[in-house]
């Protein structure tokens, strides 16, 4: 993947953070992705975060996986470590690096076919460590990079752009996260940018393991059956000599401000769905109600969004398996390594 690099010219006039920074500075490479695709959404969001909490885009690690969801970490903060992993081993590798250096922030960029399918295992072990980490799942019910087949989220009764209906049961990542234990557990909505910002923040604030679903559309898949002058009438009545596909250009989904209960958004499709923010006397410390709760807009047709759940003073991986303070990749090789004497006498209280 070649990215394109954004030009440096900026206003001067642009509003600086307490750590002197524009949100330009907070920015990546240019997007490749679809026009309208909701993972940008998701970026511009993620940098409007950093920027308010003041990072030092140098002491974060951004770490993602493999889908279209992964090539959002190329779009923010490019003077941020890094990390592009193999496909659903993104929580691992996360993992691995929290515990060497536990001195930066870890912001993890996955998607529905990374993290519930092939990557199913990984977050659910990143989970009960508790790895102080953001996790955000850019979550569109399609395998986007493959032609839009079915995605483990995908709901039953959701067509594909073949016209085939879904029908199996999707897995819900938040009720998948708070029957695991996780920490923190939230949702939203990609167009939302009022209410994804600060469920952004908090997560990054969370002192444990913080998973964010993002609603988050794919317009690629809008071509139709029985069309001669569909992609696939085309493919099969001439010889390509490479594949090729047509994205039609869209317009970002977003919407209102509200203080509505339920916020109906129409999707590029045509279908609609409902998104039910939490009340005034949800309680977000309850992991019962909050399952419950997700259940009963699950059946009532809607998402629930908003911070669904939050549990304090838990202990993260490091607190679990008492690691010190000090990073290490900050200790010199002879406190790592304290001697054969030693070592010796270690390998003997395990036998």
């Not at 920015?27 to 003041?54: K, N, P, R, Y």
């Not at 070592?343 to 395990?350: A, I, K």
Request: hydrophobic share 35%; charged share 20%; aromatic share 6%.
């Amino acid at each position: 993947m070649t990215s394109i690099q954004k030009p440096q010219v900026r206003h001067p006039g642009l509003p600086k953070n307490t750590l002197g920074y524009t949100k330009r500075d907070y920015e990546g490479a240019m997007s490749t992705l679809c026009a309208g695709c909701g993972h940008d959404s998701v970026t511009a969001a993620l940098i409007q975060a950093f920027w308010e909490l003041d990072l030092p885009p140098n002491r974060a690690a951004k770490m993602s996986g493999i889908g279209c969801s992964s090539k959002t970490t190329a779009y923010f903060m490019k003077q941020s470590h890094g990390f592009n992993s193999v496909h659903g081993r993104m929580p691992s590798v996360t993992s691995g690096a929290s515990a060497a250096n536990r001195g930066l922030t870890y912001i993890g960029i996955s998607g529905d076919g990374d993290s519930l399918s092939i990557g199913m295992g990984q977050l659910c072990h990143a989970i009960r460590r508790n790895v102080r980490m953001l996790y955000v799942i850019e979550n569109n019910g399609v395998y986007g990079l493959t032609k839009g087949q079915f995605s483990a989220s995908a709901d039953i009764g959701s067509t594909s752009k073949k016209g085939e209906a879904n029908v199996q049961p999707p897995i819900d990542p938040a009720l998948l996260a708070l029957s695991l234990g996780a920490t923190f557990v939230a949702r939203s909505f990609s167009g939302d940018k009022t209410q994804l910002v600060p469920i952004l923040k908090a997560g990054l604030m969370h002192d444990g393991f913080a998973l964010i679903d993002v609603i988050s559309p794919c317009v690629s898949f809008n071509d139709h059956e029985g069309s001669t002058k569909s992609y696939r009438f085309t493919r099969e009545h001439e010889v390509e000599m490479t594949e090729v596909d047509f994205v039609p250009i869209r317009h970002e989904i977003t919407t209102a401000d509200s203080d509505a209960a339920v916020t109906a958004v129409q999707m590029h499709d045509g279908t609609v769905m409902r998104f039910r923010k939490t009340d005034e006397g949800y309680d977000p410390n309850d992991r019962e109600k909050a399952y419950a709760h997700v259940r009963a807009c699950q059946m009532a047709g809607e998402v629930a969004t908003g911070l669904l759940f939050i549990q304090r003073g838990g202990a993260d991986m490091h607190a679990v398996a008492r690691t010190v303070e000090r990073p290490l990749v900050e200790l010199p090789y002879s406190e790592l390594c304290p001697g054969k004497s030693a070592l010796d006498t270690l390998m003997d209280s395990y036998r």
